[in-house]
């Protein structure tokens, strides 16, 4: 016991020591987002509308989905409230039971308090489909639209960016930190050494993983205080739970960045298994933007990726204040991904 703290010890001074890996694993991260913050997503592009229809009419829904600014979800009035208090929706639209056919005409618009800009471009553009309605069919009366205001979180881009760049932090970390440390030391004869010596070598193993988990979650602690206290980020979840799923996502990729490390035998082998792997996920798992907007079969395919994984969880706990019991699913996705990573690290790693 006393070796693996030792070795322990030694891990952690050699990562201090080491000025690019401080760079890579804490500055450039932090980088990241101090320059994402400089760029504001909101008011762009569309505007997020719920649709409640209570009605069997669906003219209304088809003419709002035809107008391309507009992004119509249709769903249940609980949950699309949910939605705009969480500041996902600009505004919410209960379509009432019998809706002209029985001559009700009265709509509810809820609107999001903290997007003025956005939810009046929206009700304009809900006014005018129901005036080119009212004069396609004169036999039906004018609605009337009652708004109500709701006060939401008005959760901004970087809210969603920094748990994403953090998972992507730990993804690189693992992957890229273990491979390449590790190809180095096969290659320089150094681990071949190490057998020779009285220590068992799985306290080397086990020091260098233990070592990366500390880094892991001084790396969660930094981003997440960075972030509230700089970026004004919505941390309402516990740091407990971000560590719990880090340190999940890190025993991933750890495990298949020992595994990277014992299929190749050089830098230059090493960076493109490397990459092959990290860059799909960086771009089609949600960390820069929604997967929302992915086709079909990607978005399906994408989902199951376990930096998704990584980053929907540490995500969800960090914005929604979610247990981990709520977020189950990413947690068995998770543990799905440990159990196939360090399969494949035991199989494939190799001293020499």
């Known amino acids: 016991m006393n070796l693996k703290v030792?070795?322990?010890?030694?891990?952690?001074?050699?990562?201090?020591?080491?000025?690019?890996?401080?760079?890579?694993?804490?500055?450039?991260?932090l980088f990241m987002v101090f320059l994402f913050s400089f760029v504001s997503f909101e008011g762009l592009g569309t505007v997020s509308l719920g649709v409640v229809n209570r009605s069997q009419d669906t003219v209304l829904v088809s003419?709002?989905?035809?107008?391309?600014?507009?992004?119509?979800?249709l769903g249940e009035e609980e949950q699309q409230l949910a939605e705009l208090k969480k500041g996902d929706r600009v505004l919410v639209l209960v379509i009432p039971q019998g809706f002209r056919a029985s001559g009700k005409d009265s709509l509810t618009l809820y609107v999001n308090a903290e997007r003025p800009q956005e939810t009046q471009a929206g009700r304009v553009m809900i006014q005018r489909v129901l005036d080119e309605l009212v004069f396609q069919q004169n036999n039906i009366p004018r609605p009337t639209i009652r708004a109500e205001i709701v006060n939401s979180r008005n959760l901004s881009y970087i809210d969603f960016l920094l748990p994403g760049i953090l998972a992507m932090s730990i993804m690189q970390s693992g992957i890229f930190g273990v491979s390449f440390t590790f190809v180095i030391l096969k290659k320089r004869g150094i681990l071949r050494r190490l057998l020779a010596t009285p220590m068992d070598p799985s306290d080397f193993i086990v020091s260098q993983v233990v070592t990366r988990l500390f880094v892991l979650?001084?790396?969660?602690?930094?981003?997440?205080?960075?972030?509230?206290?700089?970026?004004?980020?919505?941390?309402?979840?516990?740091?407990?739970?971000?560590?719990?799923?880090?340190?999940?996502?890190?025993?991933?990729?750890?495990?298949?960045?020992?595994?990277?490390?014992?299929?190749?035998k050089s830098e230059e082998q090493v960076a493109p298994l490397a990459n092959i792997i990290s860059l799909p996920m960086m771009f089609l798992s949600g960390i820069f933007f929604s997967r929302s907007n992915l086709p079909g079969i990607a978005h399906t395919v994408t989902g199951f990726f376990p930096l998704t994984y990584l980053a929907d969880g540490l995500r969800t706990i960090a914005i929604d204040g979610a247990s981990l019991t709520m977020i189950w699913p990413q947690l068995l996705g998770l543990s799905v991904w440990a159990v196939i990573s360090v399969f494949l690290a035991i199989k494939a790693f190799r001293w020499e």
Do not use: C, N, Y
Request: aromatic content about 10%; overall charge positive.
């Open 6 to 29: 030792t070795l322990i010890v030694a891990g952690l001074k050699m990562f201090v020591r080491q000025t690019q890996a401080i760079i890579w694993t804490i500055l450039l991260p």
């Open 63 to 73: 003419e709002l989905r035809a107008i391309k600014t507009l992004k119509v979800s």
């Open 217 to 264: 979650m001084f790396q969660v602690a930094i981003m997440v205080g960075t972030g509230m206290l700089f970026f004004k980020l919505h941390f309402i979840g516990s740091l407990v739970d971000m560590f719990v799923v880090g340190i999940l996502g890190g025993i991933i990729f750890l495990s298949m960045g020992f595994a990277l490390s014992g299929m190749s």
